[in-house]
């Protein structure tokens, strides 16, 4: 039997994304530290959730943080590790990270190069080697991030809001 009500998609649904995730043009990687950049790939202003893909050209400490949400990870190129843990990622590998745990990213001395695909909620924290905090970065602070950047490459500013729902 027919149901009476048509279910239609909401008009405020915000757009998908689809786009090539390592880009053709240089200018959409973010600087974030001495040899590390980052992609963005999606910022979603409602959950405080962002992805991106992060790259490192250097062996050496990324950084040390701690989330307060749950981080998703897939290494597509490279390995690194924390220097809290005994594993490594290496391409091809799936790491979650649990809310709160602090933890220190490192490429080893082996690679010269990583590339991983990072799915955020909430914030980074960055912390000192006593634990005390000297950075935090959120999807909003994210965003501005691109946007300075973006508008200092020749982009325009307004090249990051095409990720952001």
Not at 6 to 18: D, K
Not at 120 to 146: N, P, R, S, W
Request: aromatic share 12%.
């Amino acid at each position: 039997m027919p149901s009476e009500f048509q279910v239609l998609p909401s008009p405020a649904i915000p757009p998908e994304v689809a786009i090539a995730a390592v880009p053709e043009d240089d200018r959409v990687w973010v600087p974030q530290a001495p040899d590390v950049w980052f992609r963005p790939l999606m910022f979603n202003t409602v959950v405080g959730q962002w992805c991106n893909l992060l790259w490192v050209t250097k062996s050496g400490i990324v950084s040390r943080h701690r989330h307060p949400g749950a981080v998703h990870g897939y290494v597509i190129k490279g390995k690194w590790h924390y220097h809290e843990h005994p594993w490594t990622a290496e391409t091809g590998h799936y790491v979650y990270e649990p809310p709160g745990e602090i933890h220190t990213l490192a490429v080893p001395a082996d690679c010269d190069e990583m590339v991983t695909f990072f799915n955020i909620t909430g914030a980074m924290i960055y912390l000192d080697e006593a634990g005390h905090q000297v950075g935090y970065e959120d999807v909003f602070t994210k965003i501005e991030m691109c946007r300075v950047h973006y508008e200092k490459v020749g982009l325009g500013g307004d090249f990051v809001d095409q990720f952001v729902r």
